[in-house]
C-alpha cells in the first residue's frame, strides 16, 4: 500500500515562491504517473499539474507559467515549484498516484494527506 507524505506547504506573501515535496512509499514509484491538486475552502476539489513517467506535464491554466511539477525517481519525490503565488491559490494542496503511466483525467489510486498553502495579499 503506498502512502504519500506532502510537505513544504505555509503561509507566503503575495508574489512570493514556495516549493511543495511528496514522498511516497513502497516501490514502482517511477511506474506511475504523479499529481497535484488542491481544495480552497468552500471549493471542490481541482487538478493543478502532472507528470507522467515519461516526463510529460499538463497544468490548470491558471498557473501555467507560475508553477513547475518535477520528479525524481530515485528519491519517490514529487516536487511543485510555485512562483508568483497569488492569494487565490490559497488552498490544500494534495499529492497523488495515478493508476497507469499516463496521465488518465480524474483517474488517480492513491492521495496524500495535503499541505496547507495561504497567500496573503
Known amino acids: 500500500q503506498v502512502q504519500l507524505v506532502e510537505s513544504g506547504g505555509g503561509l507566503v506573501q503575495a508574489g512570493g515562491s514556495l516549493r511543495l515535496s511528496c514522498a511516497a512509499s513502497g516501490s514502482g514509484f517511477s511506474f506511475f504517473a504523479m499529481g497535484w491538486h488542491r481544495q480552497a475552502a468552500g471549493r471542490a476539489r481541482e487538478f493543478v499539474a502532472a507528470m507522467t513517467s515519461g516526463g510529460t506535464t499538463s497544468y490548470l491554466d491558471s498557473v501555467k507559467g507560475r508553477f513547475t511539477i518535477s520528479r525524481d525517481n530515485a528519491k519517490n519525490t514529487v516536487y511543485l515549484q510555485m512562483n508568483s503565488l497569488k492569494p487565490e491559490d490559497t488552498a490544500v494542496y494534495y499529492c497523488?498516484?495515478?493508476?497507469?503511466?499516463?496521465?488518465?483525467?480524474?483517474?488517480?489510486?492513491?492521495w496524500g494527506q495535503g499541505t496547507q498553502v495561504t497567500v496573503s495579499s
Open positions: 497523488a498516484r495515478g493508476v497507469s503511466p499516463d496521465y488518465i483525467r480524474g483517474l488517480w489510486g492513491a
